[in-house]
């Protein structure tokens, strides 16, 4: 069964920190480009970083460049996305998604699967 599982989210001040985790299983993902969407109540999705596997190339959304990285470890077949200088704005639940892209895309429609999603809660 193919499965991503997110971790790691949780409460935290403004201007605090959080590293999400996702673990995928009946999937590798060094034959996927990974992603991370988040979605806000009564807003639509919105793309937030990709990586691609191989390479570590990554994208970022304007509104968190300089403040999140993703990165991935081969051996846990992890993706992480740490969340430096939270803002109100961020809060969400935060998404990871994987997909074979032709080029790395904020577009979701590009990624087939989808975890179940992690609450991310930024308190000011």
């Known amino acids: 069964q193919v499965q991503l599982v997110e971790s790691g989210g949780g409460l935290v001040q403004v201007g605090g920190s959080l590293r999400l985790s996702c673990t995928a299983s009946g999937l590798t993902f060094s034959n996927y480009d990974v992603a991370w969407f988040r979605q806000a109540p009564g807003k639509e999705r919105e793309f937030v970083s990709a990586?691609?596997?191989?390479?570590?190339?990554?994208l970022d959304a304007d509104s968190v460049k300089g403040r999140f990285t993703m990165s991935r470890d081969h051996t846990k077949n992890t993706v992480y996305l740490q969340m430096n200088g939270l803002k109100p704005e961020d809060m969400a639940v935060y998404y990871c998604?994987?997909?074979?892209?032709?080029?790395?895309?904020?577009?979701?429609?590009?990624?087939?699967?989808w975890g179940q999603g992690t609450q991310v809660t930024v308190s000011s």
């Open positions: 990586i691609r596997w191989h390479g570590g190339r990554t």
């Open positions: 998604a994987a997909g074979r892209t032709a080029v790395l895309s904020p577009d979701p429609s590009q990624y087939t699967v």
